[in-house]
């Protein structure tokens, strides 16, 4: 089950107890405008960290270091949850239900398996629940702020296409970032500017590796990661800094690069041929659904006693495609019973793909919400094809939106930061990335 986190579960990971010996410390660590980061919740968070780099723990950065990494990861997790609320954000029991049982769904266990494992490692099954749907609020969040954000040429499709028709290379690449807020100062930039060039000469004596140097000093939220950022096509890559990496040899790291966000080290991990020649296998699904939307001045309440009342009568053996042609507010699907054709099941978002993965063929959903409103979904196929021209845009466009996102809701978070009254009580150590 090692990889029951990955799913949803930076919070989970971070919230959730990590040992049955942790003892609960009374105390708080942090107050985060009216909220606050419980002592207990610090400690179990920290825990989880070291759990993950047992047999490498001179990776960590000293404790005090660590302590402050992730106490402002707790802060930025109460922040995001508390923004989601205050814009009309709800997840429901059954939603986290069901996110449940798809995360168990994928390592190949029930829901019932899942909760013996999670107390077998001395893990809270409630405060588990919690972690989900903090994070399920947070994708909620992130869905509505990409959609009024962000957006994609189909010229911008067109380029990254003809990259893989080209078999152009990929590149995997991690970065230190040494955050600015908006407006920032002459001394703020000074500042960070210095930071980041001692971050350099660090990096350049060898006193530090690069993972090493981005937990300790990184500003960016996978800075305990080591500023991993995966594989990337060019075209996937901001371009302050593509044609640089497209240069670069397996382990440089560039000069410092001033960006949007603040000051950056990206370092080229590793290069691969990217081509894409042949067919291209994909996972399919074939769907049909009902929609209740929940437009501006629609109470989010009726419309979801709407959508169990039509789940109610599909138990009692009402025809799906008639109750969708009569009842359903997505007109492109209506007059089809609520087709949806056949589609890759991250295409309507991730709410959709979470549900379609915890579904057999034939099986209904419950109701579960998505930015458009609620739905109940209908699995009624699965199948590997050859994904024609139109998926592949599809999914260009989706990962291009991807990597927009990334940049825009970091330094959307920065700002949140920013605006907070935010008090950390737990220790803060000195800087010492300052030397040459």
């Known amino acids: 089950m090692k990889k029951l986190f990955a799913c949803l579960l930076v919070g989970a990971l971070l919230a959730g107890p990590a040992h049955a010996q942790v003892e609960p410390i009374d105390g708080i660590a942090a107050v985060v405008d009216e909220d606050v980061v419980l002592r207990s919740e610090l400690d179990r968070a920290i825990a989880n960290i070291r759990s993950q780099y047992v047999g490498r723990e001179d990776q960590l950065p000293p404790a005090a270091v660590l302590e402050r990494q992730v106490a402002e990861r707790l802060v930025l997790l109460k922040l995001q ?34 909760v013996a494992q999670l107390a077998a490692d001395g893990l809270d099954f409630e405060q588990f629940r919690d972690s989900v749907r903090e994070e399920l609020m947070i994708q909620h969040l992130r869905n509505r702020f990409a959609q009024s954000e962000i957006a994609v040429t189909d010229a911008e499709v067109d380029a990254a296409l003809q990259a893989q028709a080209g078999g152009g290379q990929q590149y995997h690449i991690a970065h230190i970032l040494v955050g600015l807020p908006e407006g ?32 300790r000093y990184s500003d960016s939220p996978n800075a305990l990661e080591g500023g991993d950022l995966g594989w990337r096509g060019r ?16 382990g440089e790291v560039t000069a410092p690069i001033r960006g949007p966000s603040g000051f950056q080290l990206v370092q080229l991990v590793d290069a691969r041929d990217g081509s894409q020649a042949g067919t291209q296998m994909a996972t ?15 109470d989010p309440a009726e419309a979801r006693a709407e959508a169990d009342t039509l789940h109610a009568r599909l138990v009692g053996g009402a025809s799906f495609e008639e109750l969708a042609r009569t009842q359903s507010q997505d007109t492109s699907s209506q007059a089809n019973g609520g087709d949806l054709g056949w589609f890759m099941p991250q295409e309507y978002g991730p709410e959709f793909a979470t549900v379609l993965a915890g579904l057999r063929d034939g099986e209904l959903s419950q109701p579960f919400q998505t930015p458009a409103g609620w739905h109940i979904v209908k699995l009624t196929g699965t199948r590997e094809a050859d994904i024609g021209d139109q998926s592949r845009r599809a999914q260009v466009r989706e990962m291009l939106g991807r990597r927009k996102l990334e940049d825009r809701w970091e330094r959307f978070v920065r700002e949140m930061r920013n605006e907070a009254y935010v008090d950390l009580r737990a220790s803060a150590p000195d800087d010492d990335a300052q030397a040459d």
């Open 184 to 215: 920032a100062t002459p001394e703020q930039i000074n500042t960070a500017q210095q930071k980041i060039e001692g971050i350099k000469a660090l990096l350049d004596r060898g006193e530090m590796n690069f993972a090493a140097a981005a937990v």
């Open 235 to 250: 075209n996937e890559i901001p371009s302050a800094f593509s044609q640089l990496v497209a240069e670069m040899s397996p």
């Open 284 to 298: 399919q699904v074939r769907a049909s659904h009902i929609l209740i939307r929940t437009a501006e001045g629609t």
């Open 81 to 114: 949850v508390a923004r989601a609320r205050d814009t009309g954000v709800r997840v429901g029991d059954q939603e986290v239900d069901q996110a449940i049982a798809a995360i168990a769904g994928q390592n190949g266990a029930t829901t019932q398996q899942l």
